[in-house]
């Protein structure tokens, strides 16, 4: 157990539905990464938090947002779901921006538009 | 350009043989962070090993070695004494410091080995 949690575990859903991410991070941990893992993509880093401010960018489409809450919990935002938007959306958390601090990933939440 | 290449799609080892899983990187940095995770079928990543650039001797962690050659720009991963459990997809990750120093931390990953140990 890494100590990161997200829910749901499981999500299916619509085009065109918007639905919510929910990540905990480890207790103590300010930075909060969110992932994205699909077929064709691999994963690839969609956005940072750390202590509630949006520290970087990846590839994150303008219909996803995301924040971090006081409490360090993180939500992230997916709209107007299309059918590639399908993947595993899994969200990491570190004690601190250095190279050596280490991510530690929650289980993930496997979305399925339908 | 790819930053992280793992060459190996698929690899195929006996229980109880090491194994290793290449992955090469690119990067400019000169303070980076290289990190092996697993994921099993169930789909959760589970951190295996870290090596800094700037460490001078091989990471180890348990069964687990990661076979750092800075100047090919390679670090690979060595399981030993391979099990059932490490049948997986394993993957390398590169964290590098941007020009001023202060890393964003994201991580840049390669598109995974997927490692089968047979009894």
């Known amino acids: 157990d890494s100590g990161v949690t997200q829910t749901p575990k499981h999500l299916i859903t619509a085009t065109g539905q918007r639905v919510t991410l929910r990540c905990s991070p480890r207790?103590?941990?300010?930075?909060v990464y969110w992932y994205q893992q699909s077929l064709d993509q691999g994963l690839q880093f969609l956005i940072q938090y750390y202590n509630g401010e949006e520290r970087a960018k990846g590839n994150i489409l303008e219909r996803f947002s995301a924040q971090q809450f006081p409490d360090l919990h993180s939500e992230l935002n997916l709209s107007s779901l299309e059918l590639g938007d399908s993947a595993l959306y899994f969200c990491?958390?570190?004690?601190?921006?250095?190279?050596?601090?280490?991510?530690?990933f929650g289980p993930g939440t496997r979305l399925l538009v339908l | 350009a790819q930053k992280i290449t793992q060459t190996q799609p698929g690899m195929f080892v006996q229980e109880k043989e090491a194994v290793t899983l290449d992955c090469t990187y690119d990067t400019s940095d000169q303070s980076y962070g290289l990190f092996w995770y697993k994921q099993p079928s169930s789909g959760e990543m589970i951190f295996l090993i870290y090596q800094g650039s700037y460490d001078e001797q091989n990471a180890t962690e348990g069964r687990y070695s990661l076979n750092f050659q800075k100047a090919r720009k390679s670090a690979n991963l060595v399981i030993s004494a391979s099990q059932l459990g490490d049948s997986a997809m394993y993957f390398c990750a590169m964290r590098e410091h941007n020009a001023g120093g202060t890393s964003y931390g994201k991580l840049t990953f390669g598109q995974g080995t997927i490692l089968t140990v047979h009894p």
């Open positions: 990491a958390s570190s004690s601190r921006t250095s190279s050596r601090e280490t991510q530690y």
């Open positions: 207790s103590g941990d300010l930075s």
